[in-house]
């Protein structure tokens, strides 16, 4: 972690953007003067410059130059513009939105960081229909999920892909992928835009569809900011449920769990049209930490028995959403679904929720987290695809040698398959290369001192994929030097390559990532 000096590096780069313009035009032969429509949304006070120096991971910490706080997309085209121009050099811009990514990868070392945030305003989602794409929303980029719920839920409607946590912007988690337990059936989040508005880092103001200008839009969604910064997205829309039946199903056996998971996210016949909405997993582990808030009272210490007994204990969690008209046969739809499962008998759960408090299940978690002062902690997270061939051999030597062995604090493990034909190949995000795989998110959490240990484990299960050639892909990805990330998009890095030449040549978007600029 970046060490936080008397006097900051930043403070020295700020001359750049703030002491120039007080100098004499004997500079002029260097174009260091800020547009005067965008000079005033620069700021470099402490505040502004602290609370982008870092990010949710709280690992990485590096001082920005200058905050920029634009009022609308144009705003943003000025700054890239500006930077470009400048023959000083130019410099980093990363968008951030919530700030959310846990290895620093929205920081802007020495460059600008943009406020994203400053341009939220409610007018911003806005929902519509047309006869050849159905109910559509466009969504600023900076709008929040949360926010795109409320608003399309007003007009009965709803995206269909989500994210588990939705206080995270559109745009942000479109530079990824944004997937949940609906990915097996809708695909991820990418897989549900119909057009984008994008600022290129030539400054360029592009709409971008799969008809218009096709390869920048496949680019920018997965591209992890590196083509462009999404300022607008029109997101599918479908009707919206009303409520959600939710269920838990606890399982002592990795074979029979991995096997009814892949069971219903199958995309054959009626288990697709009449199966659950929902398919994810997670697990209990007997090293604790035991978050058993989901289940009865009262069944609380029969389910703390049987982790104690096997050690770990796997749970597959399905959601089947329902309205008035299908209130009388839900239950038997759940029951039907579950009927065949290889569950541990007597350890099924079930809540009956809205839609709304379903998909925003995180939040009541985040402001108990809050309220203990466990939030803003470092997140030294992992999150992976792993191919459905090798799922086996992640369980045995991942989850039960190096995590259980070594009584590593559990925190929060998700494990859940998807379908690789759900996700569309043309765009940046990388999977592997079977029908079928699953996302893990190791999720750690630790205290500001602590999270190297928690590191050095997530060292050991790189190197055991490596020894034991389990071809892991990372999502929400991390490498320190250009070859990993070579090595990470494999065959597309090429692509990958040209259309950052083509659309940021000075290689000043999302710096953060380290992918063009890894020795920073």
């Not at 070594?406 to 079977?434: F, T």
Request: proline share 5%.
């Amino acid at each position: 972690m970046a060490e936080n000096f008397a006097v900051p590096k930043y403070l020295t780069t700020m001359t750049f953007f703030i002491g120039f313009m007080m100098l004499s035009t004997t500079c002029t032969s260097l174009v260091l003067f800020p547009p005067k429509e965008i000079a005033g949304m620069l700021r470099n006070d402490t505040e502004s410059i602290n609370s982008t120096s870092t990010d949710y991971g709280h690992i990485v910490q590096e001082f920005p130059a200058a905050v920029f706080n634009p009022t609308s997309p144009n705003d943003i085209a000025s700054l890239i513009l500006f930077s470009n121009n400048n023959s000083y050099a130019p410099f980093g811009v990363a968008a951030r939105g919530q700030g959310h990514s846990v290895r620093g990868q929205d920081l802007a070392p020495d460059g600008v960081v943009i406020n994203m945030t400053a341009l939220s305003n409610r007018s911003r989602i806005v929902v519509s229909e047309s006869p050849s794409l159905g109910s559509y929303a466009d969504v600023g980029g900076e709008q929040l999920w949360i926010d795109v719920l409320h608003s399309t839920l007003d007009h009965g409607l709803t995206p269909v892909s989500w994210t588990d946590y939705l206080y995270l912007s559109v745009g942000g988690t479109l530079s990824n992928a944004g997937i949940s337990g609906q990915t097996f059936r809708f695909g991820p989040q990418i897989s549900n835009v119909y057009e984008l508005d994008v600022v290129t880092g030539k400054g360029d103001f592009i709409t971008c569809s799969s008809t218009k200008k096709p390869k920048l839009f496949y680019a920018v969604l997965g591209g992890l900011g590196q083509f462009g910064i999404i300022t607008r997205a029109r997101i599918a829309l479908q009707p919206a449920p009303n409520r959600a039946k939710w269920v838990r199903l606890l399982y002592s056996n990795f074979s029979a769990f991995s096997c009814d998971q892949e069971l219903l996210i199958s995309t054959s016949g009626k288990m697709e049209r009449d199966g659950f909405d929902y398919v994810e997993g997670l697990l209990l582990m007997q090293q604790g930490p035991l978050d058993l808030s989901f289940y009865p009272v009262a069944d609380q210490p029969r389910i703390a028995s049987l982790v104690n007994q096997y050690g770990v204990v796997y749970t597959i969690e399905v959601v089947k959403y329902y309205d008035d008209s299908t209130r009388d046969t839900v239950d038997k739809v759940v029951e039907k679904l579950t009927k065949r499962l290889s569950f541990v008998p007597g350890f099924m759960f079930e809540q009956d929720v809205s839609y709304e408090e379903f998909l925003d299940r995180v939040r009541n978690e985040e402001k108990m987290l809050q309220s203990l002062g466990l939030w803003d902690i470092a997140h030294p997270w992992m999150n992976l695809f792993v191919p459905k061939s090798r799922i086996s051999d992640f369980d045995s030597g991942v989850f039960k040698d190096i995590l259980l062995k070594q009584k590593v604090p559990a925190a929060l493990i998700l494990i859940y398959p998807m379908n690789r034909n759900k996700w569309d190949g043309r765009m940046s995000a990388v999977i592997p290369d079977e029908d079928v795989f699953y996302a893990v998110g190791l999720l750690h959490s630790s205290g500001f001192n602590e999270w190297q240990a928690f590191d050095e484990v997530n060292k050991q299960l790189l190197q055991f994929f490596q020894d034991a050639g389990i071809m892991v892909k990372q999502y929400l990805p991390h490498y320190e030097t250009q070859e990993d990330w070579k090595n990470h998009f494999g065959s597309n890095w090429q692509s990958f390559q040209e259309m950052k030449n083509k659309s940021d040549p000075n290689k000043i978007l999302a710096p953060g990532q380290r992918i063009f600029n890894s020795l920073l």
